[in-house]
């Protein structure tokens, strides 16, 4: 199997300090040939960004402590994309800082 990560930001600007929970998608797919077997995502956030609540996903579970979002996403086929959707604010001093971000899947 050969399993891939991206990640997609919010449709809008975001704007830090606003109190406006915005949301990412992480999308990880099998490119195949075979099935993925156990697939995890693993994602650290780093700060001023905040995870606010627990992560959604398709399949699977996934749970967010301490800006640390993990998900179990079980088997994916040949194909077969999930996506994942985690829930964050800007706090007002993220508004001078660029945030660079990078997931895991294996």
């Known amino acids: 199997s050969d399993v891939s990560v991206r990640k997609f930001g919010p449709s809008s600007s975001v704007v830090a300090g606003d109190g406006v929970t915005y949301n990412w998608i992480i999308s990880v797919t099998n490119n195949g040939p ?32 301490n800006n640390f979002v993990s998900c179990t996403l079980n088997n994916l086929l040949a194909g077969q994309t999930v996506n994942i959707t985690v829930p964050f604010n800007a ?16």
């Open 34 to 65: 075979s099935t993925a077997y156990g697939v995890t995502l693993n994602d650290t956030v780093p700060g001023p960004i905040v995870v606010n609540g627990q992560p959604t996903v398709q399949q699977g579970s996934c749970f967010n402590v």
């Open 91 to 106: 706090p007002a001093n993220a508004a001078t800082t660029q945030v660079r971000n990078c997931a895991t899947a294996y």
